[in-house]
């Protein structure tokens, strides 16, 4: 009896196992669960779909001979139970190159298909960016290959998105908008405060942004979205922890990272926190016969007894003083108060250590070296973000999203030059409130409305002094902007409807009004302004009008004609700083928003589901176009500014500005193991007066082979760009003599290798070989010489 109690117990036992029996589906690459994996049979009659963790339950497959496993990132497959039992219920499936489906949020602040959006839009994954190892948020986008990024120094990263680059484009991150009042009209790099480490993906909307994202989005909005709390989908806790440490030789990087994750049902927090430091970097010693010693850091300035020495470089490759560090951290909360209410808080910090401008530290002036220092101060940013989620159906909307943010900012400027005992500091400090309520609105399956407000608030206060470096005596000194503060305000209101009319053509159509105001005061007027403060009061309409068109279910045509518009900025209207070599750009008053008109189509055809191409085609007419121009103070074309004789400019509206050009990207899955991915990017542009435009790279692009097997993934690549000839430069760049040959940019290519491998379920090594033929190049525009031949080892840990 005993012997039967005990055998039905076993039967008992193992009908509930195959009652209840999990599979889980992973990548096949690095062994990560994958989410919403559609599981079915040729016949449709049984069906299920992966969670968040991979798992489904596929009892109801029981002695199936064909079940299939698809999702529109990955290689469909089909296996029968028998095969999946053998395999302990676990299911590898292979990333596809080309993704026939994609969410993205960017285009209108929900979740939308990518086929349902006129926009261009560059969407880049967190798998991506783990296998990369970028350095900085800048690299993020670099290694997109389809954005062009300018460093001034090593601790910077300014994109070029369609001719436009600074203010002319949109930093947001989880949606808050990070330009504010002293964005520069110059190279920014304020992309390096987002810690790449932290992201779960990021999105580029090519062309104008404005109608939902408001001033600057001209040429594009860069959108990183952060990693999300994980909840438990039962009672029991999920705690997950994650990190890697990584070395790079070229700047002796470096980064340390650590991921914590507490999930309840109900609410969750997370943790990411990073540190980085690297080194002086060292650029290619491979130079072009023609331009022997260009890059080369033959020399350097150090204090010694006392005294500004001129010290020899023992290593003409090692870029003296462009090392730097960083900490930046994340903390999340989560909380679902009801079915349909969910609360969401932020806070994000970075701090840096002194970043030295690079390109400062190398110009020269009567044959020496003219600065002893020129570095940023350190960086601090803090931003809180508390989203409140509101997913209920009502009459006026289906879904509602609060968000209000402050933002705390502090740069500054330390410059002292050849044996001068005093050192200069400026110091900028803004604070920056939002709110932005959004909502969405379903009509019908085919009819959606998108609208919202927005409101922001900025305070900038501006001070300096110079220090003696041997007595710590303090003076008061020039401010960069006016010293008496400044207030911004502005506030908005946007509609945005969503149409689908057919299977084959959907359209979009927008409309946004905003209103700026700003108020700058001068306590002091040391240059005699004929003016003691400078306001803005300016409003603007805009909107836009595409639509996506599919003949075919592999054939995609996309229209997008648009208007986009700037504000002045603080930095645009009343800073007084020195360009370049003996040039002073002084406040004006008079400055006025410029417009930017846009249309871009993109055709796309897949081939087979495996191959893809997408060919884009662009125009912008900016209208009442700021820049930079000779100028007069009091009918002077000339003033004294710190020390120097130095031509007076200043920003001001020219008649107009065209910028056009084309992106071709193309990819194919050859087979299961093997891939290949090619982009190429050209754009030109001039003003009304036929000068060439400063942010229009040369022709920019890169070449991809990828293989991926079972816990492994390889890329051999190779980056170029075609040279930017010396009568091609503008002539803001033309007075930049010492970071460009006599013939401009020259041409350049790398070769790379990157390859990752799963050792286990929770560690994952990464390496990588970037230029390996060690060769020097600069990227247009920058400042600083890019990475000489660069090992990358990383460490990743899953737990």
Known sequence: MKQIYLLFILILTNHFLVLSQRINVLSETDLTPINNVTIYTPDFSISTLTNKNGNADISNFLGKEFIIFQHPSYQTVTLSYKLIKSNNYEVLLSERTIKLSEITISANKWKQESIEIPNKIISIQAKDISFNNPQTSADVLSNSHEIFIQKSQLGGGSPMIRGFAANRLLIEVDGIRMNNIIFRSGNLQNIILIDPNSLSGSEVILGPGTVIDGSDAIGGVMNFQTKSVTLSENDTANIKLNGFIRYSTANNEETSNFIFNYGRKKWGLLIVASHSSFGDLRTGANRSSKYPDWGKRPEYVQLIDGHDSIVENTNVNIQKFSGYSQNNFLQKLKWEITKNISLDYSLFYSNSSNIPRYDRLIQYKDDKLKYAQWEYGPQFWLLHNLNIKLNKSHKLYNQMLISLSYQDIEESRIDRKLNSENKRIRIEKVKAYSLNIDFEKELSENNTFFYGIEGILNFENSSAEKINIFTDETTICDTRYPDGGTKFQSGAAYLNYKLKLNNFLRFQTRIRYSRINLNSKFNTNPYNFPFSDIRINTGALNG????????????????????????????????????????????????????????????????????????????????????????????????????????????????????????????????????TKANISYSTGKDDEQYPLRHIPPVFGNLTLIYKAERFKSEIYSNFNANKPWDKLPPSEQAKTHLYTADGTPAWITLNVKASYQINKYIQANVGIENIFDTHYRPYSSGISAPGRNLIIAIRANL
């Open 544 to 675: 836009s009008f595409g639509f996506v068109y599919t003949p075919k279910q592999d054939i995609f045509l996309n229209l997008n004609l648009g208007s986009g518009f700037r504000a002045p900025n603080l930095d645009d209207i009343a800073k007084v700083f020195d360009s370049e070599p003996e040039h002073v750009v002084v406040p004006n008053e008079n400055l006025k928003s410029e417009y930017a008109y846009n249309s871009d189509l993109t055709i796309e055809k897949i081939f087979n589901k495996s191959a893809k191409l997408n060919i884009t085609f662009f125009y912008t007419y900016l209208d009442n176009a700021m820049v930079r121009r000779d100028f007069t103070l009091n009918g002077q074309d000339s003033i004294m500014y710190d020390g120097v004789l130095s031509k007076v400019e200043a920003v001001v509206n020219a008649g107009y500005a065209t910028v056009y050009g084309a992106s071709i990207a193309f990819s194919a899955d050859i087979d299961k193991h093997f891939a």
